[in-house]
């Protein structure tokens, strides 16, 4: 600058010719820098998973319901003799709720349940708005579901969340930044679910109930969110796991 003792005030109709030349560098820099932000931050930025919500999009679902290890709906998958599958799709409430509906009632049933999906790749629940009992040959199940697959006792390191924000109404919806609202969530009936990850990296999911295969909710309130390692009886149910372990075995990490 010729005149290093150019000033400018903010009530002058113009810029001293001596810092104009360095404002409008500094301005073309600051919008550079902005636009470079804006594509860097979200190529280094996790992404976060396919998980969606379909409210208030709402549908019906028709299959056989099961009320434990948690209220669930088992429906058949599209095929055809031996090749027909079927998935098992979580039953919650409308809120921060387990379903309001008489499951008891309807156990083993051939049901029809309308509500909307929320999932998160294969897992997948249904925020439950009514149920009815259907006749059996409108299920679209051949049989009634088997009671599921020992894998034996396993230990596992992860943290547990609740199923319904995890598999897509909130996002993220695990770690301490939703403890808060998890805990409300399995607090109100919402199954909790054990996030864990194979030897390859993936993330799996495991319903948790107790050893007896009752519900633990109340009885993990304390630890949601925290890195645990927890130890249990593995059952495979079609697509889904769960482990039969008692809260009190938990271990902090």
Partial sequence: MKN????????????????????????????????????????????????????????????????????????????????????????VGQGKTGPIIDVSGLDGKPTRVRGWLVFRGAQTLIATVSAEEIPATESGLPVEPGGGESLGTMTLRGEIVDSKCYFGTMRPGNSKVHRGCAARCISGGVPPIFISRDPAGNEVAFLIVAT???????????????????TGKVVRLGDAFVIKTDPETYRRL
Avoid: C, K
């Avoid at 360095?22 to 636009?35: D, M, Q, T």
């Avoid at 208030?56 to 434990?68: D, E, K, M, Y």
């Avoid at 007896?212 to 927890?230: F, K, M, T, W, Y």
């Fill in 212 to 230: 007896d295969g009752s519900a633990v909710n109340q009885r993990v309130l304390h630890l949601v969110a925290e890195p645990l390692e927890i």
């Fill in 4 to 91: 290093p003792d150019a000033f400018y005030v903010g009530y002058h109709p113009r810029m001293p010719r001596e810092l104009a030349p360095f404002v409008r560098n500094a301005v073309l820099l600051l919008l550079l820098g902005v636009a470079a932000l804006a594509v860097v931050v979200p190529v280094l930025h996790d992404a976060y998973p396919v998980a969606l919500s379909e409210w208030p999009t709402q549908r019906n679902f028709v299959g056989i319901l099961q009320a434990s290890p948690a209220p669930h709906l088992v429906v058949a998958r599209p095929g055809t003799g031996s090749d027909r599958r079927s998935s098992r799709y979580v039953l």
